[in-house]
């Protein structure tokens, strides 16, 4: 049982290492300089290596989305519950998903941009995916009143999803991300009033 153990841990190891390394390359040079080979070479594993704990590249992005959805789930979280300010966790949680956006671009492209399995809202929805829909969505649910709270935060998360790519590609004025924020905060916490 203890070698199983082990290799079960190392397994794991290596799964890690892959996704990190992935990950760091698309941070560092995008995307497109993710590739089993460089991957490969990064880390000193053969490409056979890669392949045994993944199919594709495209199962490697998704397993990179995976873990940023978590982390987004726990920036979300800390946010929503961390404000000195009470009710205001739509605004603290906004800022922070804007924050999270700009902050880890290629690993916001895995989650949001590039093509996966990954789906939001049906039966096999992954639990971090979930998860950080969950903690919008609590934010989301001190200023819904009577409104249906999925909805709202299915249109906030749009818009800020919507910020966060026009302000990467320099289509919106620079340094107005946080009053855009302000502003699309104001028209939640009012439209129930």
Do not use: C
């Amino acid at each position: 049982m203890a070698i199983e153990d082990r290799r079960q841990r190392e397994r794991i190891a290596r799964r890690r290492l892959i996704t990190a390394t992935a990950r760091t390359l698309a941070e560092r040079e995008g995307w497109d300089a993710v590739t089993t080979r460089r991957l490969s070479a990064e880390i000193e594993y053969s490409q056979p290596v890669l392949y045994k704990h993944f199919g594709s590249m495209e199962d490697i992005v998704e397993a990179v989305a995976l873990e940023g959805f978590g982390e987004l789930a726990e920036t979300l979280r800390a946010a929503r519950r961390g404000g000195a300010a009470p009710g205001d966790e739509v605004g603290r949680a906004a800022a922070a998903y804007s924050d999270f956006a700009a902050t880890n671009p290629a690993l916001y492209d895995a989650m949001f941009t590039r093509s996966t399995r990954l789906r939001f809202a049906a039966q096999d929805t992954p639990a971090p995916l979930s998860e950080a829909f969950s903690e919008l969505r609590a934010a989301v649910a001190t200023v819904a009143t009577a409104r249906d709270v999925d909805t709202l935060t299915e249109v906030l998360w749009a818009a800020l999803h919507g910020l966060a790519m026009l302000g990467r590609n320099d289509r919106l004025r620079p340094g107005h991300a946080a009053d855009r924020i302000e502003v699309l905060v104001a028209q939640f916490r009012t439209a129930g009033n």
